[in-house]
Antibody, heavy 124, light 112 residues
Framework: QVQLVQSGAEVKKPGASVKVSCKAS????????INWVRQATGQGLEWMGW????????GYAQKFQGRVTITRNTSISTAYMELSSLRSEDTAVYYC?????????????????WGQGTLVTVSS | QSVLTQPPSVSGAPGQRVTISCTGS?????????VHWYQQLPGTAPKLLIY???NRPSGVPDRFSGSKSGTSASLAITGLQAEDEADYYC????????????FGGGTKLTVL
């Protein structure tokens, strides 16, 4: 079955970087976009960015421009999201989610399925 | 605040019908971009409920339906069940500089 499995929880100090992985299985990795969404405790969903695994093209929400980088390793069907210059407000659960197999701009399609989420805690 | 506006909470008794609104603007829903809906149960990842304004993925009961008009969209749930108690989010695309993928702030559905 189609599945996205993310890496485990992380604890980081302010100013550090974190890299979360998202391993895809059950489908052709390069045929579907990957999006990253985060959710602070008790808060709503926030779209961070998108990547086309085939071309490597990416797009990021303005809020995260310059701090977030989405990459991939197609040989192991894995996408990565790296967030730098961490601050306490970045403490959240980070999700990867597959976009549809359609010729539409990143972030416009629906997200299905989602990974299980990775808790990133930023604390001194 | 979120680009898409949802009511913070709605409630209904078992068997009743409830609707959740999602209000946008001319740079997102009003520009013709599709609206998608997700259900998030406590402690779990969001699950796709409605895609492309009104389409249900396989496995989603037909008690859930979506619609879109102008700069707004709505999610309707009929025959409310206790298991429907969850957070619901709308999602679309925004063509402004600060946009791309955008979510509503979420609506907590309480089944009385």
């Amino acid at each position: 079955q189609v599945q996205l499995v993310q890496s485990g929880a992380e604890v980081k100090k302010p100013g550090a970087s974190v890299k979360v992985s998202c391993k895809a299985s059950g489908y052709t990795f390069t045929s579907y976009d990957i999006n990253w969404v985060r959710q602070a405790t008790g808060q709503g969903l926030e779209w961070m960015g998108w990547m086309n695994p085939n071309s490597g093209n990416t797009g990021y929400a303005q809020k995260f421009q310059g701090r977030v980088t989405i990459t991939r390793n197609t040989s192991i069907s894995t996408a990565y999201m790296e967030l730098s210059s961490l601050r306490s407000e970045d403490t959240a659960v980070y999700y990867c989610a597959r976009g549809p197999n359609l010729p539409i701009v990143g972030g416009a399609g629906w997200f299905d399925p989602w990974g299980q989420g990775t808790l990133v805690t930023v604390s001194s | 605040q979120s680009v898409l506006t949802q009511p913070p909470s709605v409630s209904g008794a078992p068997g009743q019908r409830v609707t959740i609104s999602c209000t946008g603007s001319s740079s997102n829903i009003g520009a013709g971009y599709d609206v998608h809906w997700y259900q998030q149960l406590p402690g779990t990842a969001p699950k796709l409920l409605i895609y492309g304004n009104s389409n249900r993925p396989s496995g989603v009961p037909d008690r859930f339906s979506g619609s879109k008009s102008g700069t707004s969209a709505s999610l309707a749930i009929t025959g409310l069940q206790a298991e429907d108690e969850a957070d619901y989010y709308c999602q679309s695309y925004d063509s402004s500089l600060s946009g791309w993928g955008v979510f509503g702030g979420g609506t907590k559905l309480t089944v009385l």
